[in-house]
């Protein structure tokens, strides 16, 4: 049986520096057009490092989105364990400044699943989906259809995917296309864009505040 190799030269940040820097490459390009030894050398560290930490370019990649997803999920659910999300403008509020930090994230995800199944890219963020994403979904939506807020007339299935449609879609908007409508996705704009979608889906699918018991 084949030892695991001892670890190249590099100092202790290296595993971090490299992942950095590949959440900046691989939310920025497509996953063939990432070169893994330009990711080591503008993290500055031994190209070899990616080996020894993460096996390949596509274990690189599989770390890279856990560690860009993990945070915002622990956020989410966190919010929805500590009662702070009661309300559907609270849960819209918080997906949003979850989000803002790494809007890249979702479309990455879009991007991926649009390969083939057999792909080992679109493998990695299935597998992230059905781990992470989904349960975190469910877990939101439960909360609040627990909270009285979905309408009675209202089939819950379609309902989770509108409100996740509209939670989604402006992380995965084409820059060209948001720059056409004269769209600039920073913080502030999430902001409003929240309460304005919160408003929509209240008046939609949703009772409108106050209308349900806690």
Not at 4 to 30: M, Y
Not at 120 to 135: A, D, G, I, S, Y
Not at 150 to 158: K, S, T
């Amino acid at each position: 049986m084949n030892k695991k190799p001892g670890r190249p030269t590099g100092g202790s940040d290296a595993r971090a520096a490299l992942i950095k820097e590949a959440q900046r490459c691989f939310l920025a390009s497509p996953y063939h057009k990432v070169s893994t030894r330009k990711i080591a050398e503008s993290a500055g560290v031994d190209v070899a490092l990616i080996r020894y930490y993460f096996g390949n370019k596509a274990g690189l990649f599989e770390a890279t989105v856990h560690e860009s997803a993990a945070p915002m999920i622990a956020r989410i659910q966190k919010a929805i364990n500590d009662g702070k999300i009661e309300t559907l403008n609270d849960a819209v509020a918080t997906f949003y400044k979850v989000m803002a930090p790494g809007p890249n994230l979702p479309a990455l995800i879009i991007r991926s699943m649009m390969l083939d199944e057999n792909d080992e890219q679109r493998k990695t963020v299935e597998k992230l989906f059905n781990h992470l994403l989904l349960p975190m979904q469910q877990m939101l939506f439960r909360r609040l259809q627990e909270k009285g807020a979905l309408q009675e007339n209202i089939d819950p299935e379609f309902a989770r995917l509108s409100f996740f449609s509209l939670m989604v879609f402006p992380f995965i908007i084409p820059q060209s296309l948001a720059t056409l409508q004269g769209i600039t996705m920073d913080e502030d704009y999430l902001q409003r864009l929240a309460q304005h979608n919160a408003a929509l889906l209240q008046h939609g699918i949703f009772k409108v505040q106050g209308d349900h018991t806690p």
